[in-house]
């Protein structure tokens, strides 16, 4: 059982836009802005698509934004593509005895 | 361009010790910017912290594997490296090196696949 809570699906057409939720606790997601998300093609390393809540590293296309509120946190993806099609993952730390915690992934769908 | 290569055996028996070793290129593994992590993936399923390593030798390990789990650095050959003892097939998974910063990890290994398997 994953610490971060996700839903196992979403899907979207292209051009619309999808929001995946990572939920947390005070102890993770609600007390540190400090959550990232991951993108993962099949057979694939994850890549690196927000990090610090909102921030989108170098490269990344602008239609990926992150948000969170209290202790849950959103992935935006607006204009689907057939690219985005894939696992996203959402991570955040979790102070100095856990330290970082995964949610258990979420599979886009394109349709 | 900082590169993240994994290496070492992809066949380990139960009740054994996996090794893994990540060699850093590309880069300075005593950087003060990172902690260098190991992350694993079982096959279909989702992404598990095992921990992390500062390269000064401070180490941070995943509550569920505190127990097996024992990652060191070598500065001098920009490595880092995992142990992982008592292993069962719970253990087989795709493992990744990576370097983290504030929480990021913008930095991934290939992976390589470790099948505990008799």
């Known amino acids: 059982q994953s610490a971060l809570t996700q839903p196992a699906s979403v899907s979207g057409s292209p051009g619309q836009s999808i929001t995946i939720s990572c939920t947390g606790t005070s102890s993770d997601v609600g007390s540190y802005d400090l959550v990232s998300w991951y993108q993962q093609h099949p057979g694939k390393a994850p890549k690196l698509m927000i990090y610090e809540g909102s921030k989108r590293p170098s490269g990344v296309s602008n239609r990926f934004s992150g948000s969170k509120s209290g202790n849950t946190a959103s992935l935006t993806i607006s204009g689907l593509q057939a690219e985005d099609e894939a696992d996203y993952y959402c991570?955040?730390?979790?102070?100095?005895?856990?330290?970082?915690?995964f949610g258990g992934g979420t599979k886009l769908t394109v349709l | 361009q900082l590169q993240l290569q994994e290496s070492g055996p992809g066949l380990v028996k139960p009740s054994e010790t996996l090794s893994l070793t990540c060699t850093v290129s590309?880069?300075?593994?005593?950087?003060?910017?990172?902690?260098w992590v190991w992350i694993r993936q079982p096959p279909g399923k989702g992404l598990e912290w095992i921990g992390g390593i500062y390269y000064s030798g401070n180490t941070y390990y995943d509550p569920s594997l505190k127990s097996r789990v024992t990652i060191s650095v070598d500065t001098s050959k920009n490595k880092f490296s995992l142990k992982l003892s008592s292993v069962t097939a719970a253990d087989t998974a795709v493992y990744y090196c990576?370097?983290?910063?504030?929480?990021?990890?913008?930095?991934w290994g290939q992976g390589t696949l470790v099948t505990v398997s008799s």
């Open positions: 990576a370097r983290r910063v504030r929480g990021a990890v913008p930095g």
């Open positions: 590309g880069g300075s593994i005593s950087s003060t910017d990172y902690y």
């Open positions: 991570s955040s730390y979790a102070g100095s005895s856990t330290f970082e915690v």
